[in-house]
């Protein structure tokens, strides 16, 4: 499995960077963004494995397909990387349409 927050890479983000979560009406503490790594751009996504881009919420979470990169307007976050409990919080926040 990636892990997208242990790197030293300074591209390497956290949902708490991401204005539109930290400033939108979401139930979750500071502390639980900083644990939901956003994938850094230009890192591919793992063939098969769901993300949900925070960026474009409204298609909802998605199994990636071979060859996808993170790029600069992808906020891609990684469903294997966090809690069940808090990526369900995630999507329903996020795509209410989607649950």
């Not at 030293?8 to 956290?14: F, I, L, S, Y």
């Not at 963004?33 to 474009?56: H, M, S, T």
Request: net charge positive; charged share 25%; aromatic share 6%.
């Amino acid at each position: 499995m990636a892990t997208y927050t242990t790197s030293a890479d300074p591209r390497a983000r956290t949902a708490l960077d991401i204005k539109k979560l930290t400033k939108s009406p979401t139930d979750f503490t500071p502390d639980e963004l900083r644990q939901i790594p956003i994938v850094p751009v230009g890192v591919e996504l793992k063939e098969g494995a769901v993300y949900l881009d925070v960026r474009n919420p409204a298609r909802g979470p998605f199994a990636a397909t071979a060859g996808v990169k993170a790029e600069e307007h992808n906020l891609y976050v990684p469903k294997a990387e966090i809690p069940q409990e808090c990526w369900n919080r995630l999507v329903r926040s996020l795509c209410p349409d989607r649950v």
